[in-house]
C-alpha cells in the first residue's frame, strides 16, 4: 500500500480523481474513490486500446483497483495548451498535428478490451439519448440561477424539445471513436508525439464531435479565422458530398457540447465550490452564438435562448 504522504500531489482536472507523481518510479498515481470504474476500470481500458492502436496514452506500471488506485505513466506537464499559450507558437502548424491525431484516432476499429480485472469492457454508443441528457445540464443546473421561478418550468420544456429536435437533424453515423474531450488540454507533447490523456469518457459516436470539441473549445480561445483554417484543413480529407452533412453536425454538436459546457460548469461552481468555471462561461455563450448565427437549423433554439438570456445571445 502507498503512502501518499510521501507523493506530490499535482494538479487534477474537473472529475473526482486525484493525482500524485511518484518520482521514484517516473509515474502517476490515479486515484479514485467516487466513480471509481470509469475513472480507474474505463480509464486504463481506453488507455488499453489507444496505446493497441500505436496512439501514446498512459500504460498501466501497477494497479491497487481494490485500495482505489492505479499507477500511470508520467507524462509530465508539457500540455499543448501551455505549448500554444507561448506567443512564439505557429497556432495553425499545431492544430494541424492534432489534427493527425484526431484522424488516427478516428481510424480505431476496436470497440473491446480486457480491463485490469480481467473482465472485458465494451464501449457504449454515444447515442442521441445520451447527448439529450447532457444537453439537460444547462436547463437543470445555469438556467434555474438565472431565469424566475414561474418561468423555468415552460423554458426546461420548450429548450428540451428543440434539443431533441436538433439532434435528429444529426446525419453521420454513430461508428466513430470519440474521445469527447479532445482539446489541447487533454493532449500532451512527449518526445515530440503527441500524448492523449483524460479518456476515460470515450464512446462510440458521431465523428463530427471531437473535432467540435477541439475547434470550439471553451478553455482555449482562438480566433474565428484560425477556427475556420482548422476546419478547412480537416476538410481536405473529405468529398465535397460529405463536407455538407459534416458542417452539419459539427455545428449542431457544437452549440449543444457548450450549452452542456455551461451546465457543468456551473454545477462544479455550487455544488464542488470549484469557481474557477464560471469565469469560462461568457466564451461558450460567444461561440454559441457563432455556431447558431451560420445554420438556419438553430431558428428556433436561438429564440429560446434570446427571450431568457437576452445579455448573452445576440
Known amino acids: 500500500m502507498l503512502n501518499f504522504k510521501k507523493l506530490n500531489e499535482i494538479k487534477g482536472d474537473a472529475s473526482f480523481r486525484k493525482f500524485y507523481r511518484n518520482k521514484n518510479n517516473h509515474s502517476v498515481i490515479v486515484y479514485a474513490k467516487k466513480e471509481k470504474v470509469k475513472n480507474l476500470l474505463i480509464y486504463d481500458a481506453i488507455n488499453k486500446i489507444l496505446n493497441k492502436n500505436k496512439i501514446l496514452a498512459p500504460k498501466l506500471l501497477n494497479q491497487n483497483y481494490k485500495n482505489n488506485y492505479i499507477e500511470v505513466e508520467d507524462f509530465g506537464d508539457n500540455t499543448l495548451y501551455k505549448v500554444l499559450k507561448q506567443t512564439k507558437t505557429n497556432k495553425e502548424l499545431i492544430f494541424i498535428k492534432i489534427l493527425k491525431t484526431l484522424r488516427r484516432l478516428q481510424l480505431i476499429k476496436d470497440k473491446q478490451v480486457v480491463n485490469l480485472n480481467n473482465k472485458k469492457y465494451k464501449m457504449v454508443e454515444y447515442d442521441n439519448k445520451i447527448l439529450s441528457n447532457e444537453a439537460k445540464l444547462f436547463s437543470e443546473w445555469y438556467a434555474p440561477r438565472n431565469i424566475n421561478k414561474f418561468k423555468i418550468r415552460n423554458f426546461k420544456k420548450k429548450y428540451e424539445n428543440e434539443v ?101 460548469f456551473m454545477r462544479l461552481a455550487l455544488r464542488d465550490k470549484k469557481k474557477k468555471y464560471i469565469k469560462m462561461i461568457p466564451y461558450a455563450w460567444e461561440m454559441i452564438n457563432y455556431r447558431m448565427k451560420r445554420n438556419r437549423e438553430f431558428v428556433n433554439l436561438k429564440l429560446i435562448l434570446k427571450s431568457n438570456f437576452p445579455k448573452f445571445v445576440k
Open 164 to 264: 431533441n429536435k436538433l439532434l435528429s437533424k444529426l446525419v453521420l453515423k454513430n461508428n466513430t471513436f470519440v474521445h469527447r474531450d479532445f482539446h489541447v488540454s487533454n493532449l500532451m507533447y512527449v518526445k515530440n508525439n503527441i500524448a492523449v490523456i483524460d479518456s476515460q469518457d470515450a464512446l462510440i459516436g458521431n465523428k463530427a464531435y471531437d473535432l467540435a470539441s477541439l475547434v470550439d473549445d471553451v478553455r482555449f480561445k482562438t480566433s474565428n479565422k484560425l477556427k475556420n483554417k482548422i476546419l478547412k484543413n480537416y476538410f481536405k480529407k473529405l468529398k465535397k458530398t460529405e463536407i455538407n452533412k459534416f458542417t452539419n453536425d459539427f455545428e449542431i454538436l457544437s452549440v449543444l457540447r457548450n450549452l452542456k459546457i455551461i451546465g457543468i
